[in-house]
């Protein structure tokens, strides 16, 4: 099995498995899509109304947001990996639980053990919050946090505000978008073994 295939395999297996309330209220589980080589990773909350319905993560308005952002750093969708913390959409949209996002989280830490990611990006509060606990967001947005996490070892996670919060709103959306347009840098970094 190549490496797509073994991740294919991994959302198949952890999709039958997961036991979650959330499973008895959504469409269906949107478990991720993109590359399964990506040098980075980018993670939302949780599914929407659209995702919902397609199964694909981030093809709303936040999608496209997310989209045009990518463009400006020359990625497509097909060159990162992007999941959700919680892979079911909550009822209404609400804010994903605590118990939820555990129930969740063995499913993204092998997604990242298997994909190796050299940057995690972190999309929004509720995703930053399952890394680090109590983030201010307005403080750290644009950073690297170097994590240490039991089930990864030592990870380095890029948070960003939530393309969604920060669409209509302009002080947000200009730094989300120059915050995105370092990605590219901090990638060479690491990989230059400077950060
Ligand atoms: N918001 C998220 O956090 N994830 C999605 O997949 C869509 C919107």
């Keep these: 099995m190549n490496k797509e295939e073994e991740l294919q ?3 198949r297996d952890f999709s039958q498995k997961i036991k979650s309330p959330l499973l008895g209220t959504c469409k269906q589980i949107v478990a991720g899509t993109g590359n399964a080589e990506a040098d980075i990773m980018l993670i939302g909350e949780a599914p929407g109304k659209k995702e919902d ?3 694909e993560p981030f093809v709303g308005s936040a999608g496209k947001f997310l989209d045009q952002m990518l463009e400006t750093i020359s990625l497509k969708r097909k060159d990162i990996y992007i999941t959700n913390i919680v ?3 909550p009822p209404n949209n609400r804010d994903p639980l605590p118990e939820e996002k555990e129930e969740f989280w063995p499913w ?3 997604q990242i053990k298997l994909i190796k990611p050299k940057l995690v990006v972190t999309l929004g ?3 930053l919050s399952s890394f680090v606990a109590d983030p201010i967001m307005s403080r750290v947005h644009g950073t ?3 994590k240490n996490i039991p089930e990864l070892g030592r990870v380095r996670i890029y948070a960003l505000y939530h393309p969604a919060a920060a669409l209509y709103n302009g002080g947000m959306r200009e730094t989300l978008i120059k915050d995105f347009k370092k990605i590219p ?3 060479a970094l690491i990989e230059k073994g400077e950060i």
């Design 144 to 146: 690297i946090l170097r």
């Design 125 to 127: 509060r509720h995703s």
């Design 53 to 55: 319905e397609t199964g």
């Design 185 to 187: 840098k901090i990638l």
């Design 87 to 89: 892979k079911c959409r």
């Design 9 to 11: 395999q991994l959302n």
């Design 108 to 110: 993204l830490m092998a």
